[in-house]
């Protein structure tokens, strides 16, 4: 017999203990299924356990008394600094008892758990896992570890807090509680629980007699005997977030996938809580409490479902319900559900079912209004016709909506949520829906969902008639909501003059009309404040996101509203040069984004995305690249991987690789994004940004003629779509005066930088990150036409204020200090040349990537160093440990390559490499 057969055949049989007789047999049949043999093995357990003369039960009993003057002896001896004062509990691993400290250091009680009799090595390496999960909780409602140690006998131990308290069951019996007092209890007990499982943890044995309750009626989660590591499946090769249940668990509170001996996994505690508020609901009740309602006995089903699909998909979940069943709300788990039955419908057409769900949502909510306010407002016999009317206009678009994800109409293919909403859209004609206000909130939902799909065009024009049928109609709701929403939209399009005109409509309107709801002045002023972080006007944008916010946090606004706004100021902080406050503010939208919608959400995703660039601002790439790999994954799987929004991600994936020093990998994805972008409605409208960004690709490449034709490209792309006094275009300048210093040509670069730096000096802070650079290449031009000591040391205070606004292992800091250090070698300071040069080197080496191709080009540069210094020998070592890595990293056009060819020829002036590759 396999293990796994053991282990099952056990379980069930344990399990079958437990029932009366007269229930065993309908029992087994349930629990076995189909298996014959299986039922066959354990109805011979059964009988072979009522046998009297047993030999194995007269063993058993044996054991139980030896046991029982074991514990009594175990009474006073000590471990370690702990005496035992008597037995607590004993189970199926081992026994636990009461000690105190056998010195005089201080007093304390705490509970020892021992391993019974001699420890085989399964029963180590349990306890060995109990005490690492121990160790890595912490939290109010689970009793911590104290100590650990190993006995003179070789016995492992674990010292725990003791909870002076009783068990769930007892203290329930005792205390008779009403139900509403047992379901806080419930919560508190489901926050352990799902701590655990945020730290990878599963119990498997949640049962009345695991949970402690202390005289201040504070529930304590014991016995992690039986837990697992979800991280050990990446050491034991199962799949997934799952673990073998093994043997040890309580029938009657394991789910049948336990019981079966399969993996179990989250859901298994699921499964174990269901079971416990079951219990809680219906044992031991004070008087008058009655039957359990039937939204807590909808609740305890889904929970215990079978099926796992059937079940709460996390104990967040589950203790959500709760919440909402204790704040008076509908609970999840009482509405009707056709998830089995509709499922594979909804894989067929994920999306198409998606998009129809949210506007089924909407569309219900519209009939209730009608339905409620006519009640309420008894209104005359015509008006309620009105309405009737405009309910079956509703239904009837929704019914064209599901047709449209149909089979029918699908014919076999795959319906995109795009092709549904393009025809519910089509649908919401005067014709279909002939009552304005009516068709206005459905235009309104329609472009909201357009703009949740990034389909930036048509959420406006649909946006745009909403709000005016809105104004027409005396909707001043409707009209708010919808201009705030264009406002965004347009805002993302780079459509700022249509974008701000709609947004102050929506600011003004909601501030002149006190009747209606703070929020939605508050969600006006956030959406203009993302216009003003747009527009770069930060002040402003930070004082609307401000109010915004605190509107949003005294009117009781939901989490997942709130973390919009702190999303948004992080914007601010981030465009103004702040990446540390930035990164702080990501940070906390990501954690209450979580808690409310989930990870697996596009805004989410954009908030992993602001703290992806914050963090590679900062030199974090590890947080960098994992968060904008998480983010890139959430928008591939809800958008697809063509999605023609998925130019960002590429953008930024590529920003990411070239400041990890892969060139020509960021250039394959920075095309790969213009393409993308090409795919937007109207077509590519972004190639100003793609030609700068793939410029400065080709610059660190040393392919400097390239990357001069490609900034000029974007510069005057930039001129046409912002006006030449924007400071877009003053980013290019700035671009294409630094490539032109880098080819020696001040005479070209200076005119040039002093355009951006006047600009960015009259519109930035000081301590703007983009104002420093300008004030650096300006020190190097200056530098490169008269070396001075002033200048160098005004220069390195200037590096020295960019790294504080950044970070010391910033990217562009590096690249900054490696050009310090070639104007030292210039100024023929090749000591303190060196100590630059070796230090951006090992910063590049250390904290980005130890391939990193700018730290092949800072080798040419101490190979320089050397061969100025008579050290021709090691020149020529160091240039031939790196002739292979040159050759493959940098095209033979490269001016790093030019530069590897003339110090091997021993000619070290700058002179060299620049005239090679140039006839100016």
């Given at each position: 017999?396999?293990?796994?057969?053991?282990?099952?055949?056990?379980?069930?049989?344990?399990?079958?203990?437990?029932?009366?007789?007269?229930?065993?047999?309908?029992?087994?049949?349930?629990?076995?299924?189909?298996?014959?043999?299986?039922?066959?093995?354990?109805?011979?357990?059964?009988?072979?356990?009522?046998?009297?003369?047993?030999?194995?039960?007269?063993?058993?009993?044996?054991?139980?008394?030896?046991?029982?003057?074991?514990?009594?002896?175990?009474?006073?001896?000590?471990?370690?600094?702990?005496?035992?004062?008597?037995?607590?509990?004993?189970?199926?691993?081992?026994?636990?008892?009461?000690?105190?400290?056998?010195?005089?250091?201080?007093?304390?009680?705490?509970?020892?758990?021992?391993?019974?009799?001699?420890p085989d090595a399964q029963s180590l390496e349990r306890l060995r896992q109990e005490r690492q999960i121990l160790a890595d909780l912490e939290h109010p409602n689970i009793a911590a570890m104290l100590d650990g140690g190993t006995t003179e006998g070789g016995q492992p131990y674990l010292v725990m807090q003791f909870v002076d308290g009783q068990p769930l069951d007892r203290w329930c019996a005792s205390e008779r509680l009403p139900r509403r007092q047992r379901l806080a209890l419930m919560q508190r007990i489901c926050s352990a629980v799902e701590y655990a499982h945020q730290k990878l943890i599963i119990h498997r044995d949640l049962k009345p007699g695991n949970v402690m309750v202390t005289p201040a009626g504070e529930p304590m989660l014991l016995d992690f005997g039986i837990a697992k590591l979800a991280s050990d499946e990446a050491q034991t090769g199962e799949a997934g977030a799952m673990t073998r249940s093994g043997r040890y668990f309580t029938p009657g509170f394991s789910p049948p996938e336990q019981l079966r001996g399969e993996s179990v996994s989250t859901l298994a505690d699921v499964y174990g809580l269901g079971k416990l508020l079951e219990w809680l609901m219906t044992r031991d009740l004070a008087p008058g409490e009655g039957d359990c309602p039937r939204e807590l006995m909808a609740i305890i089903a889904r929970a215990t479902a079978n099926e796992l699909r059937e079940r709460y998909p996390s104990v967040a979940t589950l203790r959500q319900d709760i919440e909402r069943y204790l704040e008076g709300r509908p609970v999840e788990a009482a509405a009707p559900r056709w998830g089995y039955r509709l499922g594979k419908f909804i894989k067929r057409h994920a999306w198409a079912t998606a998009a129809v769900a949210l506007a089924l949502i909407v569309a219900v909510g519209l009939v209730s209004r009608i339905l409620v306010e006519s009640e309420r407002a008894h209104r005359a016999e015509a008006e309620a016709r009105l309405e009737a009317a405009n309910a079956n206009q509703v239904l009837d678009f929704l019914v064209d909506m599901i047709d449209a994800a149909g089979p029918a109409r699908a014919r076999g293919e795959e319906v995109r949520v795009l092709d549904v909403i393009d025809l519910a859209s089509e649908r919401a004609s005067p014709q279909s829906v002939d009552d304005p206000a009516l068709r206005a909130r459905l235009l309104f939902a329609l472009g909201r969902l357009y703009r949740t799909m990034e389909a930036q065009v048509p959420a406006m024009e649909l946006l745009a008639e909403s709000a005016r049928l809105a104004r027409e109609t005396g909707d001043l709701a409707t009209e708010v909501e919808a201009l705030s929403m264009l406002g965004v939209s347009a805002t993302l399009d780079d459509e700022l003059g249509r974008a701000e005109a709609a947004l102050l409509r929506a600011?003004?309107?909601?501030?002149?009309?006190?009747?209606?709801?703070?929020?939605?002045?508050?969600?006006?002023?956030?959406?203009?404040?993302?216009?003003?972080?747009?527009?770069?006007?930060?002040?402003?944008?930070?004082?609307?996101?401000?109010?915004?916010?605190?509107?949003?946090?005294?009117?009781?606004?939901?989490?997942?509203?709130?973390?919009?706004?702190?999303?948004?100021?992080?914007?601010?902080?981030?465009?103004?040069g702040r990446p540390s406050e930035a990164r702080a503010l990501f940070e906390q939208a990501l954690e209450m984004k979580e808690?409310?919608?989930?990870?697996?959400?596009?805004?989410?995703?954009?908030?992993?995305?602001?703290?992806?660039?914050?963090?590679?601002?900062?030199?974090?790439?590890?947080?960098?690249?994992?968060?904008?790999?998480?983010?890139?994954?959430?928008?591939?799987?809800?958008?697809?991987?063509?999605?023609?929004?998925?130019?960002?991600?590429?953008?930024?994936?590529?920003?990411?690789?070239?400041?990890?020093?892969?060139?020509?990998?960021?250039?394959?994805?920075?095309?790969?994004?213009?393409?993308?972008?090409?795919?937007?409605?109207?077509?590519?409208?972004?190639?100003?940004?793609?030609?700068?960004?793939?410029?400065?690709?080709?610059?660190?490449?040393?392919?400097y003629e390239r990357a001069e034709a490609l900034y000029r490209e974007s510069l005057a792309l930039r001129i046409e779509r912002f006006g030449a006094d924007d400071l877009t275009p003053h980013r290019a300048r700035h671009n294409l005066a630094q490539v032109l210093y880098l080819q020696g040509r001040l005479d070209e670069a200076r005119p040039l930088m002093e355009e951006a730096w006047t600009a960015r000096r009259a519109a930035l802070d000081a301590s703007h990150p983009d104002l420093l650079r300008s004030e650096i290449l300006a020190q190097l031009i200056e530098l490169a036409e008269a070396s001075s000591a002033e200048g160098m040391e005004s220069l390195r205070g200037l590096i020295g204020a960019l790294a504080d606004a950044l970070s010391d292992d910033n990217f562009g800091v590096l690249l900054a200090r490696a050009e310090l250090g070639r104007a030292l070698i210039q100024a023929g300071d090749l000591g303190a040349a060196r100590n630059e040069i070796e230090d951006a080197q090992r910063r590049l080496v250390e904290t980005l990537n130890p391939e990193h191709a700018m730290a092949l080009v800072l080798e040419l540069d101490l190979a320089r160093i050397e061969g100025l210094t008579g050290q021709a020998g090691l020149a020529r070592e160091r240039l031939g440990a790196q002739e292979s890595a040159i050759h493959q990293r940098f095209p033979p056009e490269s001016m790093h390559r030019r530069q590897w060819d003339c110090l091997v020829s021993q000619q070290f002036d700058v002179a060299c490499w620049r005239a090679s590759g140039s006839a100016r």
């Open positions: 017999m396999s293990e796994e057969r053991w282990a099952q055949l056990q379980a069930l049989f344990e399990g079958a203990l437990e029932r009366p007789e007269s229930e065993r047999n309908a029992w087994l049949d349930a629990a076995c299924g189909d298996d014959g043999a299986l039922r066959d093995e354990l109805r011979g357990l059964l009988e072979a356990d009522a046998s009297e003369d047993d030999p194995l039960r007269q063993a058993v009993d044996r054991t139980v008394r030896e046991l029982d003057e074991t514990s009594q002896r175990a009474s006073g001896q000590a471990i370690g600094p702990w005496r035992i004062l008597r037995e607590l509990g004993s189970g199926g691993m081992g026994s636990v008892y009461l000690a105190e400290r056998g010195d005089a250091e201080y007093q304390r009680q705490v509970a020892v758990k021992l391993i019974r009799g001699f600011v003004e309107l909601a501030r002149s009309n006190p009747q209606l709801a703070p929020l939605l002045q508050a969600t006006a002023l956030n959406n203009y404040g993302v216009f003003l972080n747009e527009a770069g006007r930060l002040d402003e944008a930070r004082e609307a996101l401000e109010r915004a916010l605190e509107i949003r946090r005294s009117n009781g606004a939901p989490a997942r509203t709130i973390a919009t706004s702190l999303h948004n100021l992080a914007e601010t902080e981030d465009i103004a808690q409310s919608i989930g990870r697996l959400h596009l805004s989410y995703a954009r908030s992993l995305n602001g703290l992806s660039m914050t963090a590679g601002q900062l030199g974090d790439l590890e947080t960098a690249q994992r968060a904008m790999q998480e983010h890139l994954e959430i928008r591939q799987t809800l958008l697809g991987e063509d999605h023609h929004s998925l130019w960002r991600d590429y953008n930024e994936l590529a920003w990411q690789q070239h400041d990890l020093g892969y060139l020509q990998e960021a250039i394959d994805l920075y095309q790969r994004a213009r393409e993308h972008d090409a795919r937007s409605p109207g077509g590519a409208a972004r190639d100003w940004l793609f030609t700068n960004n793939m410029a400065a690709a080709y610059r660190d490449l040393g392919m």
